[in-house]
């Protein structure tokens, strides 16, 4: 009995060592690459040639920085990099490579940081935003062309499965800064999200149009990159919104009247302060990640009108989402709109994202709990 229990013991100990090193190829990865690589215990493994490189380190966005890794360069020219345990969700990241920021030639691009650069998603086991065996809607690309910015915007459309047989309403959605109008399709995978949802019949059927969240005609974009500049170009945003966009989608799509609006971190602001200006347009109002610009002590809320709210007929659906790990900014903005909500009895749903920070795994897990509960 004693022996036995040495062996189990031996066993259980071996598996735990061998499942350790069983590596998981990430999804990010371009056809017929090896690496990055992830194991049981969420390491990542890098492997990348630079034969020349007298110097290669990881660098990234918010979920690198609380990772340390180390790194080897091998006899063949490629350098391996293995790092701590990493966060889940999707992460961009890329290499300084002699001190020269450098894309992973491993993976496909996502267009963040204002260019494109690689990623990495961590799996967290979920299914949701995969694909699975059900009818599948599409995304097309159209444009229109602004007075107001006096330019030819592009924005993305998508288009549930069997679109056509009745009228919809229309779900209008902003990525954040940096970022751009291939988002929510590419690393929100908002296309697998919906076809599941409405397959299981878990949200109304919508359209959703996802916009172009910077809005300045060319002298404006001679300004400085700063709060100002981005207030400035979400009040052109609402202009566009509401004078241009929506009667071009009303137009030219099946849509039933019926509107929300959504979006993450600085589309969260956009959003917001659109939906707030117009109450008695949009019956949902989805802040992921919130942002509040321009806010002094004294009014928190000098550029978004949120006591629209309060005043109007309508009481468009509020809710709020955010990552439990973000940093303490975004648990500012999200308390300072929550006790506004709660002095003034105004109803809305707040949601925490289990373990994830400020990137793409709190935004799908955000629009899957908000799209399940509009246009009811």
Do not use: C
Not at 335 to 343: G, S, Y
Request: hydrophobic share 35%; glycine share 6%.
């Amino acid at each position: 009995m004693q022996y036995s229990k040495k062996i189990s013991l031996i066993f259980v100990l071996f598996s735990s060592i061998v499942f350790s090193q069983v590596y998981k190829t990430s999804s990010t990865v371009l056809p017929g690459k090896q690496f990055p690589r992830i194991d049981s215990e969420k390491k990542a493994e890098f492997r990348v040639y630079f034969p020349d490189a007298k110097s290669v380190t990881l660098d990234g966005g918010d979920g690198m920085k609380s990772i340390k890794s180390s790194v080897a360069k091998d006899k063949d020219g490629f350098w391996n990099i293995s790092t701590t345990p990493m966060e889940i969700g999707f992460h961009y990241y890329w290499f300084n490579v002699d001190g020269q920021r450098t894309n992973d030639p491993n993976t496909q691009l996502y267009f963040g940081y204002s260019q494109p650069t690689s990623g990495i998603e961590v799996p967290s086991g979920e299914v949701f935003f995969q694909e699975k065996n059900v009818e599948h809607g599409k995304i097309i690309n159209d444009s229109l062309s602004s007075q107001i910015t006096q330019n030819k915007r592009n924005f993305k459309v998508y288009l549930p499965p069997n679109y056509g047989s009745k009228k919809l309403p229309v779900l209008y959605l902003y990525h954040g800064t940096g970022e751009d109008i291939t988002g929510w399709e590419k690393q929100g995978y908002i296309l697998n999200i919906l076809d599941n949802l409405f397959a299981e019949k878990k949200a109304r059927e919508m359209i959703v149009v996802m916009d172009y969240g910077v809005a300045l005609n060319p002298e404006q974009e001679k300004m400085p990159d700063n709060y100002p500049r981005t207030v400035l170009s979400s009040k052109n945003l609402d202009k566009i919104v509401t004078q241009e966009l929506i009667p071009y989608i009303e137009k030219k799509y099946k849509t039933s009247g019926k509107k929300a609006i959504a979006g993450l971190s600085r589309g969260s602001y956009q959003a917001m302060l659109i939906g707030v200006s117009h109450p008695e347009t949009f019956s949902a109002i989805g802040a992921f990640s919130p942002v509040i610009y321009e806010g002094t002590e004294a009014e928190p809320f000098k550029e978004l009108p949120i006591e629209n709210l309060v005043k109007s007929k309508k009481k468009p659906y509020f809710f709020i989402g955010i990552g439990e790990k973000e940093d303490a900014m975004f648990f500012k903005f999200d308390q300072l709109l929550t006790d506004f909500l709660n002095r003034n009895n105004y109803p809305y749903f707040q949601y925490k994202s289990h373990e994830t920070r400020h990137e793409w795994l709190t935004w799908r897990r955000s629009l899957y709990q908000f799209t399940q509960q509009i246009f009811k």
